[in-house]
Antibody
Framework: QVQLQESGPGLVKPPETLALTCSVSGGSISGYYWTWIRQPPGKGLEWIGYIYYSGSTKYNPSLESRVTILVDRSKNQFSLKLSSVTAADTAVYYC???????????WGQGSLVTVSS | DIQMTQSPSTLSASVGDRVSITCRASQSIHNWLAWYQQKPGKAPDLLIYKASILESGVPSRFSGSGSGTEFTLTISSLQPDDFATYYCQQYSNLWTFGQGTKVEIK
């Protein structure tokens, strides 16, 4: 059973860079697409971007200028960086597996990141 | 951008009720639609994909239908474990979610 676990700071100051890591266990990161999704408190879900195990990426156009997603196959991890954060970036950040570029079938438990000075 | 609109936003129902949630896309997405269930403090769980295909392990009381721009998630007999928020998600062009429908106890 594939399991994902987010890790990183829970508090980030504006306009610094938010950085999270997703560790994948129970299966290899190779051969799959991996993604980040966020959910502001009490609100809906927003897709941030994905990375293929080979390193190719695609980002949400609304966030593209601030987002970088990287993969580290040696550690079976992938990561998210979101620059120039504001309070609007406060959210629970989920990592997930993107099955066949269609649906999100395995999710991490989520990591709340609060942006505040 | 493809916008997804769910209705209702909140649904009050009792155990045993048949409930339906509607999801409308701003343009045709064929059948590239998934449904997720989310409980408080938890990540969403995949229920249905390609509009009507049940994910492995999901109870058969859940079903999905529709194509083009209008889709429906139906729970045939609501169980206590089903009180949650449900999201539709299109994957015809990138990935966007509806705003969610909360199913609460009547």
């Amino acid at each position: 059973q594939v399991q994902l676990q987010e890790s990183g700071p829970g508090l980030v100051k504006p306009p610094e860079t938010l950085a999270l890591t997703c560790s994948v266990s129970g299966g290899s990161i190779s051969g799959y697409y991996w993604t980040w999704i966020r959910q502001p408190p009490g609100k809906g879900l927003e897709w941030i971007g994905y990375i293929y195990y080979s390193g190719s990426t695609k980002y949400n156009p609304s966030l593209e200028s601030r987002v970088t997603i990287l993969v580290d196959r040696s550690k079976n991890q992938f990561s998210l960086k979101l620059s120039s954060v504001t309070a609007a970036d406060t959210a629970v950040y989920y990592c997930a597996r993107l099955r066949q570029l269609e649906i999100f079938d395995y999710w991490g438990q989520g990591s709340l990141v609060t942006v505040s000075s | 951008d493809i916008q997804m609109t769910q209705s209702p936003s909140t649904l009050s129902a009792s155990v045993g009720d048949r409930v339906s949630i509607t999801c409308r896309a701003s343009q045709s997405i064929h059948n590239w639609l998934a449904w997720y269930q989310q409980k408080p403090g938890k990540a969403p769980d995949l229920l249905i994909y390609k509009a009507s295909i049940l994910e492995s392990g999901v109870p058969s009381r859940f079903s999905g239908s529709g194509s083009g721009t209008e889709f429906t998630l139906t729970i045939s007999s609501l169980q206590p474990d089903d009180f949650a928020t449900y999201y539709c998600q299109q994957y015809s062009n990138l990935w966007t979610f509806g705003q969610g429908t909360k199913v609460e106890i009547k």
